[in-house]
């Protein structure tokens, strides 16, 4: 089964429903940036991807991105202050007033009853729905370790399921793939125990309230985005 975004057809826009702030919550490798961008694509909302972000400012360099290299690397968490800061900014663009959906955050308790707080004073009306991909252990392991991406054009392989025509090359664009520097499985199996201690509460919080649905991410990428989409329309049914 393949992870990619880049390689799936994207399903026409729908610019009638409005998802509101919506998270999609999930181990590493459940394919929440897939479907985040695939949803993005389907509903016209941003995806708002706190390790895309995170990556970028390491990339570059910065301040942020300094503090948070080595956490990254390790497959530990950056601090909530950061990282809620970082969603603050991002939250006050203009692009997120129908909606938006936030992959990877919030990842710990604190950070959940932080955007809790923040959206209760926002202006957007509609409360937060959360959706849990859930996939196999075997199979995330799969997926993290067998992950590769062109730098140049952003396209996801996977050397089991999903290989390029050429061993490490970008069918796309020719140029050597990289692996992400926290997809070897030492530091998947780190980013596994974060999950089930930081994360896994946050689960629990939102299945809590109810707004709340489990999708199964063993399936093909679009069944799973069917899933998701069908999940939010009943969601915001109620
Ligand atoms: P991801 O791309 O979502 O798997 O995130 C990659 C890494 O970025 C994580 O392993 C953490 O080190 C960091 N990170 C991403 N989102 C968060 C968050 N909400 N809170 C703390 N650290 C985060």
Redesign the pocket.
């Known amino acids: 089964m393949t992870n990619s975004a880049a390689q799936t057809q994207p399903a026409p826009a729908d610019t009638t429903f409005l998802p509101g702030p919506v998270l999609l919550l999930g181990a ?1 490798g459940v394919g929440k ?1 897939t479907q985040a961008q695939l949803l993005m694509g389907r509903f016209r909302i941003p995806q708002i ?4 972000i ?1 990556r970028s400012n390491i990339a570059k360099g910065t301040k942020l991105g300094k503090a948070a290299k080595d ?2 690397d390790a ?4 601090s909530d202050d950061l ?1 809620n800061e970082m969603v603050a900014d991002r939250l006050a663009e203009s692009d997120t007033e129908s909606g938006y959906i936030l ?6 308790l604190n ?1 959940a009853i932080w955007i809790d707080n923040h959206l209760a004073g926002a202006k957007i009306a509609l409360p937060i729905v959360a959706v849990h991909i859930t996939v196999s252990y075997d199979e995330l392991l799969h997926r993290i370790t067998g992950r590769r991406t062109c730098p140049g054009c952003k396209s996801i392989y996977n050397v089991f399921s999903n290989p390029p025509k050429l061993e490490g090359k970008c069918d796309i664009e020719g140029a050597e793939l990289v692996q992400r520097p ?1 997809d070897t499985e030492p530091v998947f199996i780190e ?1 596994m125990k974060t999950f089930e201690a930081q994360t896994a509460p946050v689960i629990e919080h939102y299945r809590s309230q109810g707004r709340f649905r489990e999708i199964d991410g063993d399936q093909p990428v679009e069944s799973v985005t069917g899933a998701i989409t069908a999940a939010l329309r009943s969601l915001r049914a109620t």
Do not use: A, E, I, Y
Not at 49 to 52: F, L, M, N
């Open positions: 590493p940036g991807s706190t390790g895309d995170l956490l990254v497959g530990q968490l950056v990282v992959d990877g955050f919030p990842r710990t950070q926290d980013r």
